[in-house]
C-alpha cells in the first residue's frame, strides 16, 4: 500500500482536505495516508481528532516547529525576509504603506528596484537552491523513516512547517505535491520549494504561479477548491422553515447575511448597524432578516452579541473552537453544515472582498462589498475603498459580479435593488464564478486526489 503523508497546519485545512472528500477519495484509491497535524504548543493530536480520522489506513501524528540554534534562526529569518522581495505585489504594499501613514516617496523608491528584482527568475531559483541545502533541518526524518511515503502532498505551501516536510522530501528524492492554502497569497510570498505538482484552486491561480512563482505550466494543475465540494451535497440542505426554526428567525422574510472581518476590522460592526436600522425603521422594499456572521479570529470579543434580539437579527455563533490549532478554530463537519444552509438560503451577500465572496458566486446570490469604515491610516482616514485595489480581487470587479458601496446610502439602496431584483448582474456572477471559483461540482476533492495518484 502506497503512503501519502500531509501535514495539516489549521483547522480550516483539515475541514478542506480531511473532511470535504479528499481524503475519501484517497482512501478508495488504496492510499495509506499520514495527517501530521501541526503542533504549535507541543501538544499530542486531541482524542477529537484521532477518534474522527484514525483507521486502518490513516494514521495521525503530530509535530512542532523545528528546533534551530539562537543563530540558526536569525539567519533563517533573515533570509526568509529577504527571498520575499523576490515576489512583489505593488497592490498589496502600497496598502500597507498608506495604512501605517507610510511614505508614498519611499513606496514608489521600493517599487523602482523590488519591482524589477521580482522578475529576475534567476534569483528565484538561486533563493531555493540555497535553502534546499543550507536550511533543511531534518527535524521530521523520523517520520518518513516511519511510514516511508511515496508522495508528500503540502496544503499550505507558504508555511515553515510545510516547506521542512519538502525539502525533506527532496533530499530523499520522494515525489511531492503541495497547494496554497487560500485563494489570496500565490503572489504574496516566494514558494521556496518548487513541488513536482502544484495544485491550484482556480485558473486565475495557475496564470499566478506560472508567472510570480515562475512554476512551468505543466506542472500546474486546477482542481477547485475541495471545501466547495459540500455546496453540491443537496441532502444536508435543510427547508427554509426549519433553517428559520433553528435561527429563531421568521421564514416569510428575505434573509441578509453580513460577515465581519474580525480583529483587523474592528469598527466594521457600524455596517451591521447600518442594515439593522434599515429592517426596523422600513427602509426596506420588502420585510428581512439579519443574519451576523463574526469571524472566527473575533469569537472571543462577543462583539455582535448585544445586536441579536431573537426575532429578526440572528447573531451566528456556529463555530468550532480548538485550543490545539493556532488560530483557535477547527470547523466541524456540523458546522460546515450549517453554513453551506446559511449561504443556500441567504437573499443578500455583504461583506468585505473575502472569501465569502467566492462562497456567495458558488450559490449565485447577489453580493454587496462595503468599501468604508473598515481600515483607516495613521492620521484616522478611512482608506477601506485601497481593499479593492489588490490584484487578486480584480477578476471580481473586472467582471462587475459585485455591487460595491461606500456609503450606508449607497449600502441601503444596493439591498433594495437586490431584493426587487435578484437576477441583477447574474450572468456577471457567472463568469466571476467560472474564474474564481473553477469547477464547483462536487469533484474538487476527486482531482485532487488524482493528481496525487499521478505521481
Known amino acids: 500500500m502506497k503512503t501519502v503523508l500531509i501535514p495539516i497546519v489549521r483547522g480550516s485545512i483539515a475541514r478542506n482536505i480531511l473532511r470535504s472528500g479528499t481524503l475519501e477519495r484517497l482512501i478508495d484509491k488504496g492510499w495509506r495516508v499520514v495527517a501530521v497535524f501541526y503542533s504549535p504548543f507541543g501538544r499530542p493530536v486531541p482524542k477529537y ?25 536569525k539567519l533563517y529569518r533573515v533570509f ?15 496598502f500597507r504603506r498608506v495604512r501605517s501613514d507610510g511614505s508614498v516617496v519611499w513606496l514608489q523608491l521600493e517599487r523602482l528596484f523590488l519591482q524589477p528584482l521580482s522578475r529576475l527568475n534567476f534569483l528565484k531559483k538561486l533563493v531555493r537552491f540555497v535553502d534546499q541545502i543550507f536550511f533543511t533541518s531534518h527535524a521530521y526524518a523520523s517520520l518518513f523513516d516511519k511510514y516511508r511515503p511515496v508522495v508528500v502532498f503540502s496544503t499550505s505551501i507558504i508555511t515553515s512547517f510545510d516547506q521542512e516536510f519538502l525539502k525533506e522530501a527532496r533530499y530523499r528524492r520522494i515525489k511531492t505535491a503541495a497547494m496554497p492554502r487560500g485563494w489570496d497569497n500565490v503572489n504574496a510570498k516566494l514558494y521556496r520549494h518548487t513541488p513536482d505538482l502544484l495544485i491550484v484552486q482556480n485558473p486565475e491561480m495557475r496564470r499566478q504561479a506560472i508567472q510570480v512563482q515562475n512554476l512551468p505550466a505543466e506542472r500546474v494543475r486546477v482542481t477547485g477548491f475541495p471545501q466547495f465540494d459540500w455546496y453540491r451535497r443537496p441532502e444536508i440542505l435543510l427547508t427554509r422553515e426549519e433553517f428559520c426554526r433553528r435561527t429563531g428567525l421568521d ?29 426596523r425603521e422600513n427602509k426596506l422594499v420588502t420585510p428581512a432578516n439579519l443574519i451576523i456572521r463574526p469571524h472566527f479570529s473575533d469569537l472571543a470579543a462577543r462583539r455582535f452579541d448585544h445586536l441579536a434580539d431573537g426575532r429578526t437579527v ?54 454587496i462589498n462595503t468599501a468604508y469604515r473598515s481600515f483607516y491610516d495613521g492620521q484616522g482616514r478611512d482608506v477601506s475603498s485601497l481593499l479593492y485595489a489588490f490584484d487578486v480581487y ?62
Request: charged share 25%.
Open 49 to 73: 481528532l484521532r477518534d474522527e480520522f484514525a483507521g486502518p489506513q490513516v494514521a495521525v501524528e503530530s509535530a512542532s516547529h523545528p528546533r534551530r540554534s539562537f543563530l540558526g534562526r
Open 80 to 94: 526568509y525576509s529577504l527571498s520575499d522581495f523576490l515576489v512583489y505585489d505593488y497592490s498589496n504594499r502600497s
Open 251 to 279: 421564514p416569510k422574510r428575505k434573509i441578509i447575511f453580513w460577515g465581519s472581518s474580525g480583529k483587523w476590522t474592528p469598527d466594521d460592526g457600524s455596517v451591521a448597524q447600518t442594515i439593522i436600522a434599515a429592517v
Open 314 to 367: 440572528f447573531v451566528d455563533k456556529n463555530y468550532t473552537p480548538s485550543d490545539f490549532f493556532r488560530d483557535g478554530w477547527d470547523p466541524s463537519v456540523a458546522e460546515t453544515v450549517m453554513f453551506v444552509n446559511t449561504m443556500h438560503h441567504a437573499d443578500v451577500v455583504i461583506s468585505l472582498c473575502s472569501t465569502l465572496v467566492l462562497d456567495a458566486l458558488c450559490f449565485d446570490k447577489p453580493i
Open 394 to 455: 480584480a477578476p471580481i470587479l473586472t467582471e462587475e459580479a459585485v455591487d460595491l458601496v461606500k456609503s450606508e446610502t449607497e449600502l441601503v439602496s444596493a439591498i433594495n435593488r437586490y431584493l426587487v431584483n435578484p437576477a441583477y448582474r447574474r450572468a456577471n456572477r457567472a463568469r466571476a464564478r467560472d474564474r474564481m471559483c473553477y469547477q464547483v461540482d462536487g469533484q474538487a476533492g476527486q482531482r485532487i486526489a488524482e493528481v496525487i495518484s499521478s505521481l
